[in-house]
């Protein structure tokens, strides 16, 4: 029986090995991504997010600067945790 699990955890770990690269290209897209995304949030001086007219509240939508912003926080987080996933599975390869 611990022969077997002995295997089956070796062919785990073979299987990864071959998918490190991808899941490092993954990782790279996953942080530029959350760094412009972190840009785009406006700050005290409205930050990159004015240049997209995110957080000017008189836009061609009439006023819904709020829900652009919420959904903007939104995908952030959904970003981050991508971040966080792959930031593990990572640092559990090595």
Do not use: Q
């Amino acid at each position: 029986m611990r022969m077997y699990a002995g295997n089956r955890s070796r062919k785990l770990m073979l299987a990864f090995r071959h998918m490190l690269p991808v899941l490092v290209v993954f990782h790279s897209l996953v942080c530029a991504l959350l760094i412009f995304l972190i840009l785009l949030h406006s700050g005290r001086d409205a930050g990159l997010s004015g240049a997209f007219g995110v957080g000017s509240s008189s836009g061609s939508f009439g006023g819904s600067s709020a829900i652009v912003e919420k959904n903007l926080d939104r995908i952030t987080v959904v970003v981050a945790v991508l971040f966080f996933i792959s930031t593990y599975l990572l640092v559990k390869h090595y």
